[in-house]
């Protein structure tokens, strides 16, 4: 019980300092925090580099359809063109969306249920800092 106690109050000062914006090598930190496995490590690890260039490329195709939006909205662009704009963006961020989901449940087959718990809990207090300091 101290042991799990003792990891709770490292995680609420250090997570937001690991999840902070521009932290690399925030995941060494949470593969710490969470004491996983060499393979656990191996396998997120794997999951982390394979990311990559598909999700980039989402992202980068969001970013010019939304300058895209941007400069329509300001010119005589046709509403039609705007909504097809419109429902590209949203495309991109359902495919976004979808990916982000499909690796939280990649990684949730992973971990244990405690460190499930452990790592859900560090994303949320993540999010909660973030909101805070944007």
């Known amino acids: ?11 609420m000062f250090a997570a937001p300092i690991c999840f902070a914006k521009g932290g690399k090598g925030h995941h060494k930190e949470i593969f710490k925090q969470l004491g996983l496995s060499k393979e656990q490590k191996q ?4 999951m982390r580099k394979n ?3 598909d999700h ?8 010019e359809l939304r300058k895209s939006m941007n ?3 300001m010119s005589d662009a046709s509403e039609t063109d705007l ?3 419109h429902n590209q963006i949203s495309s ?9 989901f499909e690796k939280m449940l990649k990684i949730r087959k992973i971990l244990t249920p405690e460190q499930r718990k452990t790592f859900f809990e560090m994303k949320r207090k993540m999010r909660k ?3 805070h300091h944007d």
């Open 129 to 131: 800092h973030k909101r």
């Open 43 to 46: 396998q997120l690890d794997d």
């Open 56 to 63: 980039k490329e989402l992202k980068k195709k969001k970013k």
């Open 1 to 11: 019980m101290k042991k799990f106690v003792s990891i709770i109050i490292v995680m």
């Open 71 to 73: 400069e329509a909205m």
């Open 92 to 100: 991109l961020q359902t495919q976004i969306k979808t990916k982000r």
């Open 51 to 53: 990311k990559g260039a």
């Open 83 to 85: 909504r097809s704009l």
